[in-house]
């Protein structure tokens, strides 16, 4: 495994709980009237992206419980559409698939230990 996608498996992790952080005492509507918090959680959601868009494919296929594609989709969206970014899908980005890919991410560094 190269050195490099450690480390950015090391960022997704970090930046995933910072994001849950930000909304932990947030419903979808104090979300949605929240600015600030939207901005930090979708910077925290590319910074995920950007690292795994960068993570080589054979560091990608020792952990097939993360979906690569799907977390470099919403990468692209969110950097191309800034625009129209779609709160609601942010918002189950948040609630459903953060923690989850913090824990399958935690699994595959402690097997790599």
Same mark, same amino acid.
């Given at each position: 495994?190269?050195?490099?996608?450690?480390?950015?498996?090391?960022? %997704?992790?970090?930046?995933?709980?910072?994001?849950?952080?930000?909304?932990?005492? %947030?419903?979808?509507?104090?979300?949605? #009237?929240?600015?600030?918090?939207?901005?930090?959680?979708?910077?925290?959601?590319?910074?995920?992206?950007?690292?795994? #868009?960068?993570?080589?494919?054979?560091?990608?296929?020792?952990?097939?419980?993360?979906?690569?594609?799907?977390?470099?989709? %919403?990468?692209?969206?969110?950097?191309?559409?800034?625009?129209?970014?779609?709160?609601?899908?942010? &918002?189950?980005?948040?609630?459903?698939?953060?923690?989850?890919?913090?824990?399958?991410?935690?699994? &595959?560094?402690?097997?790599?230990?």
């Amino acid at each position: 495994m190269p050195l490099e996608d450690s480390t950015r498996i090391r960022h %997704m992790i970090e930046a995933a709980p910072e994001a849950l952080s930000y909304c932990a005492d %947030m419903d979808e509507d104090a979300f949605r #009237n929240d600015r600030r918090t939207q901005r930090a959680v979708v910077q925290c959601i590319q910074v995920i992206g950007e690292a795994a #868009n960068r993570v080589a494919d054979v560091t990608q296929s020792q952990s097939t419980g993360v979906p690569w594609d799907q977390i470099v989709g %919403m990468r692209h969206r969110i950097v191309h559409t800034y625009f129209d970014i779609d709160l609601a899908l942010v &918002w189950q980005v948040i609630k459903k698939d953060l923690q989850p890919l913090i824990d399958e991410l935690r699994k &595959w560094e402690r097997e790599q230990s």
